[in-house]
């Protein structure tokens, strides 16, 4: 993708103790959420630091899984080309979200930092060996796997199911959401992804995607800011709009 930077020029130092985890934004939706003192120094131990820039690839389909990512800041892009060369965005990650934790040894997704993003990457054998001795951090990881599958069959109910209106007053109420949960700013509501790529997870075309946000902004429910942001100004009427209300 044009423009995009390579991880290790952003890469900062293992133990970066300017940034320990009892201050981490994230922690409270991560699965760091259910270590004690004693284990979140011997998981921070593992950590690197790691401070990436926008449009920055994470890793690639097919690229050895030898890494896992606790995303602290920042959104990521989940993405996966498809045989006729479209590109398909499987999610939009958030603080608190786990990346890269695959059942084989090389990587089936993409993953790309839309906008500065902070992580910390584990070796994957080290993160193995840790869940290993602490169980209860596997369940949590094992929670927040099964919540991954729950979005992913609401995404799959976008794709086959809704209308355009409906796929994008979802997406938008979907993305507050979550924003909300992780306690970031709804109002106006970020969207660091361009058109096209919310037209490569609605399913549709980077016209259609504009003209429904052109239709909803002349309804007045919504208010573009720039293109890069937009307020939600009738959160009822875009629920029966989505279809959930």
Not at 40 to 65: H, I, M, N, T, Y
Not at 195 to 204: K, M, Q, S, V
């Amino acid at each position: 993708m044009t423009g995009m930077t390579s991880l290790h020029e952003f890469c900062a130092t293992r133990g970066d103790l300017a940034a320990p985890c009892r201050h981490c934004g994230a922690r409270e939706f991560n699965v760091c959420q259910a270590l004690d003192a004693a284990q979140q120094e011997k998981l921070f131990a593992l950590a690197l630091r790691l401070q990436v820039g926008k449009r920055c690839r994470l890793f690639s389909a097919g690229d050895p899984a030898r890494y896992v990512y606790n995303l602290t800041e920042g959104t990521v892009c989940l993405s996966r080309s498809l045989p006729d060369g479209r590109r398909q965005i499987l999610g939009f990650l958030l603080p608190g979200d786990f990346i890269g934790f695959e059942a084989d040894e090389t990587h089936r997704r993409d993953a790309e930092a839309l906008t500065e993003a902070k992580l910390c990457r584990f070796e994957r054998a080290a993160f193995d060996g840790f869940l290993e001795d602490n169980p209860d951090v596997a369940l949590r990881l094992l929670r927040l796997a099964s919540s991954d599958l729950a979005e992913a069959a609401r995404h799959e109910v976008l794709l086959g199911r809704k209308t355009a209106l409906e796929r994008i007053a979802t997406f938008l109420l979907d993305l507050r959401d979550r924003s909300g949960a992780r306690h970031l700013r709804t109002q106006p509501l970020a969207l660091p992804m361009t058109r096209g790529e919310i037209a490569d997870y609605t399913g549709l075309t980077i016209e259609t995607v504009s003209r429904v946000l052109g239709r909803l902004r002349s309804d007045k429910l919504i208010e573009v800011i720039g293109t890069s942001a937009v307020r939600l100004l009738d959160d009822g009427q875009l629920e029966r709009l989505s279809g959930s209300a």
